[in-house]
Antibody, heavy 119, light 106 residues
Framework: EVQLLDSGGGLIQPGGSLRLSCSAS????????MSWVRQAPGRGLEWVATFGGDGWSTYYADSVKGRFTISRDNSEETLYLQMNSLRVEDTAVYYC????????????WGLGTLVTVSS | IRMTQSPSSLSASIGDRVTITCRAS??????LAWYQQKPGKAPTVLIS???ILQSGVPSRFSGGGAGPDFTLTISGLRSEDVATYYCQQYHGYPLTFGGGTKVEVE
């Protein structure tokens, strides 16, 4: 069973940085594409970034390109999202998910971690 | 690729057949999924590859269509189906979701 535990959210001022983590278990993490998907308060789902199961491909939404970096540590079975130059509009619940590359849907989701960007 | 989902909300009675539609702005082949999100919870995948039901999903849920229009049907609405439903294409980047359909029980 796919289990994902995302963490690292919190209150941060505009322009600040935050790193989210996602601890995975129950599947072969090293060959799985992994993604971050976010949901602003009262809004729909928005894909943020994907790290391919090939170990090197990365993809980003235009809204975060150049500010966010997705990475992974296969030995620790952990996915990360480094978020820099945060903006008020980045406020959202961020979900870690399995899938998003190699023509795979998001077939596993974390509980989500809330990031609030506010002064 | 823009995913246009309709309606944005609906209210139906227990036992009703409910259909949600999603239209893709470009060809996405079979790379279409449906998700259910209950209030305050993370989404879960119901269907992938247009019509393949995920393990553990009740058989009253079904997917169909062949592009550009796709459908999610609930055959016999139950109270536990109250949720927001999203379609999503995973054919090309940026990956995109429909705007969501909020399903309520009358």
């Amino acid at each position: 069973e796919v289990q994902l535990l995302d963490s690292g959210g919190g209150l941060i001022q505009p322009g600040g940085s935050l790193r989210l983590s996602c601890s995975a278990s129950g599947f072969t993490f090293s060959v799985s594409a992994m993604s971050w998907v976010r949901q602003a308060p009262g809004r729909g789902l928005e894909w943020v970034a994907t790290f391919g199961g090939d170990g090197w491909s990365t993809y980003y939404a235009d809204s975060v390109k150049g500010r966010f970096t997705i990475s992974r540590d296969n030995s620790e079975e952990t996915l990360y999202l480094q978020m820099n130059s945060l903006r008020v509009e980045d406020t959202a619940v961020y979900y870690c998910s399995r899938g998003g590359a190699e023509y795979r849907a998001f077939d596993g989701w974390g509980l989500g971690t809330l990031v609030t960007v506010s002064s | 690729i823009r995913m246009t989902q309709s309606p944005s909300s609906l209210s139906a009675s227990i036992g009703d057949r409910v259909t949600i539609t999603c239209r893709a702005s470009e060809r996405i082949y079979t790379h279409l999924a449906w998700y259910q999100q209950k209030p305050g919870k993370a989404p879960t995948v119901l269907i992938s590859e247009i019509y393949i039901l995920q393990s553990g999903v009740p058989s009253r849920f079904s997917g169909g269509g062949a592009g550009p229009d796709f459908t999610l049907t609930i055959s016999g609405l139950r109270s536990e189906d109250v949720a927001t439903y999203y379609c999503q294409q995973y054919h090309g980047y940026p990956l995109t979701f429909g705007g969501g359909t909020k399903v309520e029980v009358e």
